[in-house]
T-cell receptor
């Protein structure tokens, strides 16, 4: 039962261009979403979040867009840098869902110099 | 500076043996979690711990698993009789709210032979 989906297992982008990572969810009880970045041999680190009362949240080079009707969110990284190469996890939770986060399978981003 | 550390970084054990994974938060936090990631699969929620008791657990967290904070600081995950399928990266996660970003530790890689 994949409640959070990231349909692209990998993505390659040229340095300086925009990276767009997509995430879809099926559970309408989710109303809080996060993106985590994970380097090899390290734990996931929090990147950016968005609640369902907003449709966009921006933090520096990172912007997350939420389309509630489509149950879709995306992470935009612009401009992409080689140091952004990592696995990106989308995670979802909600006040009425529970205390845990449901993670997507991740997308491996490679930013090519 | 990391919010949480984990020991050991890698644990190799024989099937049927007991293992204890330790989590040391750097500062006081209210919520503690264990997640795991089997190689090549997504990050999965195991259990959440608040006010010195389990507040939520997944179906993965069966009777072979237990958690405690024996000294009010370290947070441990015990697996009583390990199985091959317990091999995974185990992440301790801490937070100040059940509805907010969570900080992951670096993880303990458990290998069951």
């Amino acid at each position: 039962d994949q409640q959070v989906k990231q349909n692209s297992p990998s993505l390659s982008v040229q340095e300086g261009r925009i990276s767009i990572l997509n995430c879809d969810y099926t559970n309408s009880m989710f109303d809080y979403f996060l993106w985590y970045k994970k380097y090899p041999a390290e734990g996931p680190t929090f990147l950016i979040s968005i609640s369902s009362i907003k449709d966009k949240n921006e933090d520096g080079r990172f912007t997350v867009f939420l389309n509630k009707s489509a149950k879709h969110l995306s992470l935009h990284i612009v401009p992409s840098q080689p140091g952004d190469s990592a696995v990106y996890f989308c995670a979802a939770s909600g006040v009425n869902y529970g205390q845990n986060f449901v993670f997507g399978p991740g997308t491996r981003l490679s930013v090519l110099p | 500076e990391p919010e949480v550390t984990q020991t050991p970084s890698h644990q190799v054990t024989q099937m049927g043996q007991e293992v204890i994974l330790r989590c040391v938060p750097i500062s006081n936090h209210l919520y503690f979690y264990w997640y795991r990631q089997i190689l090549g699969q997504k990050v999965e929620f195991l259990v959440s711990f608040y006010n010195n008791e389990i507040s939520e657990k997944s179906e993965i967290f069966d009777d072979q698993f237990s958690v405690e904070r024996p000294d009010g600081s370290n947070f441990t995950l015990k697996i009583r009789s390990t199985k091959l399928e317990d091999s995974a990266m185990y992440f301790c996660v801490i937070g100040d709210s059940s509805y907010n970003e969570q900080f992951f530790g670096p993880g303990t890689r458990l290998t069951v032979l």
